[in-house]
């Protein structure tokens, strides 16, 4: 199950990011999602319980 978040980002940088979604046909949603997999890489297939901890010690991407 996917989780929304809320993030705060800059106004110029969001209207890019919306402009490369339409050129790759993506919703925002989608863009934003496969460009932080392709970013992360191989991070990502890490288990919760191998994943770096916050400063809060929540596991990252919670």
Known sequence: MKIPITVRIDPDLLDAVRD?????NRNLT????????????????????????TMAGST???
């Open 20 to 24: 490369c979604a339409v050129r790759e």
């Open 30 to 53: 989608n863009f934003i999602e496969t460009a932080l997999r392709d970013r992360i890489g191989a991070n990502i297939a890490l288990a919760p319980h191998t994943r770096p901890k």
């Open 60 to 62: 990252e991407g919670r």
